[in-house]
């Protein structure tokens, strides 16, 4: 077992230090790059937050419709195919509701403020 | 470095300039530079843009034009009038530039956030959207025999290529398979007129000022095809930066560039429009994939290529929207 800090711990830290203190002192191009790079950082730690918990949610639903277990990324790979191939469509119980929770898990970590998805939380609220 | 190449070429086709000033590079990849830069003439310094491939980067993507069929292209939209650089000069193999061209350069904004936001575009805001309409029609009005040879593209045809390029990830994806199946399930078929195809025709590729659009740059991706395709291109979600009720670029409706469309004599067909956005859709979602494979597999090892990479769920966000509704 490796020791504290934890890698979430580290990865704030440094996304800290640069978002605050680094940050006001660049300018041009680099200050665009460093603001792409702490956006990854924050990234990287909404994953390591969100993933166990979604991953999990997904591989149920999907063993559910799919009638099958594994690991994700091949019953997920699995689902792809059947949709190629027109076994699964949009009237396929469940796989709508399905492909809307991944997205939704995918967008809270990689872009929680695209508007589409803050109008899809805001219409699930109401 | 670059000036005293551009001041040997400017001399050779612009009478009486002494040479070029204030060389600054303004964006591109690898295979592609855009560079800002004055010509020195005693009458006045003349705004410039090159636009090049540099040497040894011959070989363009199979989608593009070309920087010489580019070139043309703009020279066309700017003789029939429609908001384009004009160009300046084609660079030739002596002027040790590499391929590309030399156009004048358009002040204005191309920042999509700036010009859906900042006070001074306000009052062009609500007329873009009919603008717009009107100048993809000027596109599409562009007589055939005149333009340079270009792909013929179909929706089939484009359906086969964003296939292959996203089998090509091998990362699967059910939302864009569900959306490559719907796409096939809905081809309108080879569309009854042919015309000049822009093929990127959105934000960033726009030149506007507070009085409206000033030029249509980067014909990189113009290909002969359905006209429609230009119409549900800038509709696609991803350019409109957060307005995400007004369809066109976040500053109009469909409607409104419609009527700009109709109103300089060319027919709408909204089916394919929509069918196109969906196309659209897909189409940077798998762009955004390409990005992320750009940045595994190139020695810049790119940050902001990896983030793109990162932007293709929203592309799956806006498809199931499109082709899944939820129930409000």
């Given at each position: 077992m490796q020791d504290e800090p934890t890698p979430e711990e580290l990865i704030k830290a440094v996304a800290d230090f640069l978002r605050n203190e680094l940050a006001p002192e660049i300018s041009g191009h680099n200050a665009f790059k460093l603001r792409v790079?702490?956006?990854?950082?924050?990234?990287?730690?909404?994953?390591?937050?969100l993933q166990e918990g979604s991953d999990a949610a997904e591989a149920e639903r999907l063993s559910n419709l799919l009638g099958m277990r594994g690991p994700l990324g091949e019953i997920n790979r699995v689902l792809a195919d059947r949709i190629a191939k027109?076994?699964?469509?949009?009237?396929?119980?469940?796989?709508?509701?399905?492909?809307?929770?991944?997205?939704?898990?995918?967008?809270?970590?990689?872009?929680?403020?695209?508007?589409s998805y803050r109008r899809e939380l805001e219409n699930k609220r109401n | 470095m670059i000036e005293a190449e551009l001041a040997t070429c400017v001399a050779a086709w612009y009478p009486g300039a002494t040479g070029v000033t204030g060389a600054v590079r303004l964006s591109g990849g690898a295979s592609q530079e855009t560079w800002s830069f004055d010509i020195v003439h005693p009458e006045g310094n003349i705004a410039a843009i090159l636009r090049r491939a540099p040497a040894g980067y011959g070989a363009a993507p199979t989608r593009a034009?070309?920087?010489?069929?580019?070139?043309?292209?703009?020279?066309?939209?700017?003789?029939?009038?429609?908001?384009?650089?004009?160009?300046?000069?084609?660079?030739?193999?002596q002027d040790n530039l590499g391929t590309g061209f030399v156009m004048a350069r358009v002040e204005g904004e191309t920042i999509p956030r700036k010009i859906l936001r900042d006070e001074k575009f306000a009052l062009a805001r609500p007329k873009?959207?009919?603008?717009?309409?009107?100048?993809?029609?000027?596109?599409?009005?562009?007589?055939?025999?005149?333009?340079?040879?270009?792909?013929?593209?179909?929706?089939?045809?484009?359906?086969?290529?964003?296939?292959?390029?996203?089998?090509?990830?091998d990362w699967p994806r059910p939302v864009f398979e569900l959306a490559l199946r719907w796409l096939?399930?809905?081809?309108?078929?080879?569309?009854d007129e042919v015309t000049l195809v822009?093929?990127?025709?959105?934000?960033?590729?726009?030149?506007?000022?507070?009085?409206?659009?000033?030029?249509?740059?980067?014909?990189?991706?113009?290909?002969?095809?359905?006209?429609?395709?230009?119409?549900g291109w800038v509709c696609v979600n991803s350019w409109r930066f957060g307005e995400i009720d007004k369809p066109v670029g976040g500053f109009g409706t469909c409607e409104e560039l419609f009527a700009g469309y109709e109103a300089a004599g060319r027919r709408v067909d909204p089916a394919r429009v929509t069918f196109w956005e969906v196309m659209g859709t897909l189409r940077w979602g798998v762009m955004c994939c390409g990005m992320m494979?750009?940045?595994?597999?190139?020695?810049?090892?790119?940050?902001?290529?990896?983030?793109?990479?990162?932007?293709?769920?929203?592309?799956?966000?806006?498809?199931l929207r499109l082709l899944a509704p939820r129930g409000r």
């Open positions: 790079s702490i956006n990854a950082l924050d990234l990287v730690m909404r994953q390591l937050a027109g076994e699964l469509d949009l009237r396929t119980p469940g796989l709508a509701e399905h492909l809307w929770q991944t997205t939704m898990a995918k967008l809270a970590v990689d872009q929680p403020n695209y508007a | 034009a070309g920087l010489n069929a580019e070139a043309a292209l703009m020279q066309r939209a700017y003789d029939a009038g429609l908001p384009s650089p004009r160009v300046l000069h084609v660079l030739q193999p873009l959207a009919c603008q717009l309409g009107g100048i993809l029609a000027g596109i599409h009005g562009l007589a055939l025999a005149q333009l340079p040879e270009l792909r013929r593209m179909t929706a089939a045809k484009e359906i086969a290529e964003l296939e292959r390029d996203y089998r090509g990830f096939r399930d809905h081809d309108p078929g080879p569309s822009h093929g990127d025709f959105r934000h960033g590729n726009l030149i506007i000022g507070p009085d409206g659009v000033r030029a249509v740059l980067d014909w990189e991706l113009a290909h002969l095809g359905d006209p429609m395709e230009d119409l494979q750009r940045f595994r597999l190139s020695p810049e090892h790119s940050i902001e290529r990896a983030m793109i990479g990162r932007r293709s769920s929203e592309t799956e966000i806006d498809l």
